[in-house]
C-alpha cells in the first residue's frame, strides 16, 4: 500500500447529521443497539468511499466515535473509571463515562486544544490498571479490509493520552508519570494490527506541537525509539497537528518510526526542515483542516516542493482531521455565489489533497484547471468590496484606551446594589431553556415559508411567557428570556451582522451528539439594527423581576465561527465588538438592568505555544471590555465560561472585569475558585452547582454541597447560584426538578 495521499481523519457525525439522530434514538429507546450499529458502519462505509473516489491511496480507519475519541481511548487502554465498572453492556458502559445516567457522574469535558471541538477527559490515578481491548480498531480494520480499503488504523498515542487526562485524585501522581506502564499496551496493539494485517499504523500525537508538558520531545524519543525498534509492528506514522512540533520533530528523527506527519498551514516548514528527517516519509498538511478557505495551490506546492530535498519521503496531507470541517459544499446553493467560489469543505479539500499530489509528481500542468481556479478565487476574494468597508475601519482607527474602560469595580457594585436590590445568594440560569419541539417546528416553518414573521414572534413571544411564568414559579431571582428566538448562540448573532454569511448544512461536531453550524465571518462587521432588544423587553414587561440582556462575546463568535485568515484576528475581533457594543448600549437605554455578554470561548482561543500567549490575552480581554465599556456603571454586566482548563487564563479572566462570573464548576468540584481567590479576583463570581451536559439531575442536597464548598472559598456577598451553562440541550421536566433543587439549595444554605 502506498501512502501518499491522504488525511489524518475525517468526521464521524454524517453529511446529514445521521449519527446524531441516531444516537439520540438509541438513548431515547427509539432504535435498538443493532440498529445505531448499521447506522455507524454505513457511515463509515460512506466516508472510506469518499476518500477512495477522491483518489487517496491510504485512508485512516478507527477515527469513527459514538462519542468522542479520547473516550474511545480509555476503552482501547483500560481506563474508564471504576464507578461505570457495574454497568454490564460495554456500549452503556461508554456512554455512562460520557454523559452519566441517575447513579453514575460523567467524566469532565473540555477543550481539544484550541479549537471547538470538546473531549472527555480520562481519569488516571495510581492504582489504574491498564488493560488493552483492541476490539474496536480491529474490527473497522477487518471492516475496511473486506470492502477493499486501503486502510491505515489510527489511535491516540500514549503521550497525548496521558497529557490530556487528569490525576483520579486531587494530591494523586500527574498522569504523564504512568507513560511507562502504557508502553506494553502499546507494543501488545502493534503486534496485533500486524497480525490483522495492517500495513501502516498512525499513531497521533498532537500534544507534542504545545509546551503543556516539560521533557515532552524527550518523551517522545524514549517512546518511538522503543516502539520503533519493535520487529513485529506495522510502519509507523506519528501523527502531529494544530501547530509546529519544534525540538520534537528532530526528536522523531533520531528514532525508528517511518513516518512524521506535520501540519504546515499552522506550523513551519523551517522547522521540518532542519529536523533531520531526511530518511523519514513526511505527511505533509498542507491543506487546511480546520478552517473553511479554499487552498492558494500554488503556495502549497511551493511549499512541497521546497521541502522534497530534506526529507526521505513526500505525502500530502490535510493539516488536521475534516472532523473540524463541513462535508460538503453540495448543497450550499444558497450561498452568495463569489463566496461559495472561495470556500473548500471536507470534500474540496480531499480534492485539493489530491491534486497537489498529482501536481508534485507530474508537474502544476496536469493539474492546470484546478490551480487556475484557485488562483481566480483567490483573486475575487482579496478584490471583494465586502472585505475593506471604510466606515468600519474609520470607527476602529479612532478607538482610544477610555473605549475599554469602565470606572472602578467596587464603585460599581455599590451603584448595582442599589439599583438591583437583590437578595444573597441570587439564583439564576446562564441564558438558553430548552429548544423544544414547537420551537424547532416554528422555526423551520418560518425557514420554508408556512408561517409568516408575525406568526413566527407571536410564537416566539408565548414560549417567552411561558418561560417566564416557569422561573417566577420556580423562585428565581433574576431571570432570562429563554432564547427561544435563536438558533444558535453565534449564528443568531452572525446572521444580522454584516461581514457573515450562514450556511444551509454545514454542520460540525462540537460533542457527542451535539451540532454546530457555525457563521462564516468572511468581510468587515458592523451591526445594522438591533438585534435583541425587543425580546429582552418583551419578556421584561411580563415580569417586576429582572430580566438579564443574553448576547455572545466577540471572541466566541470568533471561535465558534470559521474566520478569515486575511487580517489579524485581535482586528476582527475589535469589529465584532464594536458590534455588541452597540447592543448593549441600546439595551441599557431600554432599561434592561443587567446585561450578560458570554466569552466560554475565551480559553479555546489561547495560543498553544505560551510565547504566543500574551498577544492572545491583551487582545482578546481587550475586546471584552470594549463591547461592555459604553454603559453606566448601575448597569451590572455578566459574562459566562465554560467547560476549559480555565488555570491558563485565570489573569484574563479577572481582567475582563466583568460584574459577575459564572464558570463552569460542578464537574471539577469548584477547582476554579481556588485559582481565582489565588489571583486576588474580587468581583461576583457564580460557580455552577450542576452539570447541565449530563441527563442526571442532582438533588437539593449534592447542590447544598457544592454551594457550601464554593462559599469556603468566595463570602457570600460575591456568590451567585446558577448551572454551569445554558439549559437548551435538556428537557422542560429536567430543567424544572433541577432548578426547583438548585433554588431549594440556595434557600438552605442562606438559612
Not at 341 to 349: I, R, S, V
Not at 420 to 441: A, M, W, Y
Not at 578 to 587: F, G
Request: net charge negative; charged share 25%; glycine share 8%.
Amino acid at each position: 500500500m502506498g501512502l501518499h495521499t491522504t488525511v489524518p481523519g475525517i468526521a464521524r457525525i454524517g453529511a446529514d447529521r445521521e449519527l446524531k439522530r441516531a444516537v439520540e434514538g438509541y438513548w431515547a429507546g427509539r432504535i435498538s443497539q443493532a440498529e445505531l450499529e448499521q447506522v455507524a458502519a454505513t457511515l463509515r462505509r460512506t466516508g472510506w468511499q469518499e476518500l477512495t473516489e477522491a483518489g487517496l491511496d491510504s485512508i485512516p480507519v478507527g477515527t469513527f466515535s459514538y462519542y468522542d475519541q479520547m473516550l474511545d481511548t480509555a476503552v482501547l487502554l483500560g481506563a474508564l473509571p471504576p464507578r461505570v465498572a457495574g454497568i454490564a453492556d460495554p456500549l452503556d458502559r461508554y456512554f455512562a463515562a460520557a454523559r452519566g445516567d441517575d447513579g453514575v457522574t460523567p467524566l469532565e469535558m473540555t477543550k481539544w486544544f484550541d479549537t471547538n471541538y470538546h473531549y472527555l477527559v480520562p481519569e488516571i490515578g495510581a492504582d489504574t490498571v491498564f488493560v488493552l481491548d483492541a476490539s474496536k480498531v480491529l474490527d473497522e480494520l477487518a471492516e475496511a479490509t473486506a470492502q477493499g480499503v486501503p486502510a491505515r488504523p489510527v489511535v491516540i498515542g500514549p503521550i497525548t493520552f496521558l497529557a490530556l487526562s487528569k490525576a483520579a485524585d486531587v494530591d494523586g501522581p500527574a498522569p504523564l508519570t504512568r507513560l511507562d506502564d502504557l508502553l506494553p499496551l502499546y507494543e501488545q496493539l502493534l503486534s496485533q494490527l500486524a497480525a490483522a494485517g495492517a500495513e501502516w499504523v498512525q499513531i497521533d500525537e498532537p500534544v507534542l506541537v504545545t509546551d503543556s508538558h516539560e521533557g515532552l520531545a524527550e518523551a517522545a524519543e524514549r517512546v518511538y525509539t522503543r516502539l520503533g525498534a519493535l520487529t513485529d509492528r506495522p510502519k509507523l506514522l506519528v501523527q502531529t497537528y494544530f501547530g509546529d512540533a519544534g525540538a520534537s520533530l528532530a526528536a522523531l528523527g533520531r528514532t525508528g518510526v517511518e513516518a512524521v506527519g506535520v501540519d504546515l498551514v499552522y506550523g513551519s516548514a523551517d522547522t521540518v526542515a532542519a529536523a533531520g528527517l531526511g530518511d523519514k516519509l513526511v505527511v505533509a498538511g498542507v491543506v487546511d483542516g480546520r478552517n473553511i478557505w479554499r487552498t492558494d495551490l500554488d503556495a502549497a506546492l511551493a511549499t512541497l516542493t521546497g521541502l522534497r530535498e530534506h526529507v526521505g519521503e513526500l505525502a500530502v496531507s490535510t493539516s488536521c482531521s475534516t472532523l473540524h470541517v463541513p462535508y460538503t459544499l453540495a448543497g450550499e446553493d444558497e450561498l452568495d455565489p463569489a463566496l461559495r467560489g472561495w470556500l473548500a469543505f471536507a470534500a474540496e479539500k480531499f480534492d485539493e489533497v489530491a491534486a497537489l499530489s498529482r501536481a508534485l509528481v507530474n508537474g502544476r500542468d496536469d493539474q492546470a484547471a484546478a490551480f487556475d481556479a484557485a488562483r481566480e478565487a483567490l483573486a475575487s476574494r482579496a478584490g471583494d468590496p465586502r472585505t475593506h468597508v471604510a466606515a468600519v475601519r474609520e470607527r476602529l482607527q479612532a478607538l482610544t484606551e477610555a473605549d475599554r474602560t469602565r470606572t472602578d469595580a467596587a464603585a460599581r457594585r455599590e451603584a448595582q446594589r442599589t439599583a438591583l436590590n437583590l437578595p444573597e445568594l441570587p439564583t439564576t440560569t446562564i441564558g438558553s431553556f430548552p429548544q423544544t419541539g414547537d420551537i424547532r417546528r416554528a422555526r423551520q416553518q418560518l425557514r420554508t415559508g408556512e408561517i409568516d414573521q408575525e406568526a413566527y414572534r407571536t410564537q416566539m413571544e408565548a414560549e417567552i411567557a411561558a418561560v417566564i411564568a416557569l422561573q417566577e414559579q420556580i423562585g428565581l431571582d433574576v431571570l432570562v428570556h429563554g432564547e427561544p428566538e435563536r438558533n444558535d448562540m453565534v449564528q443568531y448573532f452572525a446572521e444580522q451582522l454584516t461581514g457573515f454569511f450562514a450556511t444551509a448544512n454545514g454542520w460540525v461536531q462540537s460533542y457527542g451528539s451535539r451540532c454546530v453550524r457555525p457563521p462564516i465571518l468572511y468581510g468587515d462587521v458592523s451591526r445594522p439594527t438591533p438585534m435583541t432588544v425587543g425580546w429582552i423587553t418583551h419578556a421584561q414587561s411580563l415580569t417586576d423581576k429582572q430580566v438579564k440582556g443574553m448576547l455572545t462575546g466577540p471572541v466566541t463568535i470568533l471561535a465558534w465561527s470559521f474566520v478569515r485568515d486575511d487580517q489579524p484576528l485581535g482586528e476582527t475581533a475589535d469589529q465584532v465588538a464594536l458590534a455588541i457594543r452597540d447592543e448593549t448600549v441600546d439595551l441599557e437605554r431600554a432599561g434592561v438592568g443587567i446585561i450578560q455578554v458570554d466569552e466560554p470561548a475565551l480559553r479555546e482561543l489561547l495560543p498553544l505555544q505560551s510565547a504566543d500567549r500574551t498577544d492572545y490575552l491583551t487582545w482578546a480581554v481587550g475586546a471584552f471590555r470594549l463591547s461592555t465599556s459604553g454603559i453606566a456603571d448601575q448597569t451590572q454586566i455578566h459574562t459566562h465560561l465554560c467547560y476549559s482548563e480555565f488555570g491558563d487564563v485565570i489573569g484574563a479572566i479577572a481582567d475582563l472585569d466583568a460584574d459577575v462570573t459564572s464558570i463552569e464548576a460542578a464537574r471539577s468540584h469548584m477547582e476554579v475558585l481556588d485559582d481565582l481567590n489565588a489571583i486576588g479576583f474580587a468581583n461576583e463570581v457564580g460557580p455552577g452547582v450542576y452539570d447541565i451536559h449530563s441527563p442526571r439531575i442532582p438533588d437539593a442536597a449534592e447542590m447544598t454541597s457544592l454551594l457550601r464548598e464554593a462559599l469556603a472559598a468566595v463570602p457570600a456577598e460575591r456568590v451567585w447560584v446558577n448551572p454551569d451553562c445554558g439549559l437548551k440541550t435538556r428537557t422542560t421536566e429536567q430543567v424544572t426538578e433541577a432548578l426547583t433543587a438548585m433554588v431549594d439549595a440556595a434557600k438552605a444554605v442562606r438559612a
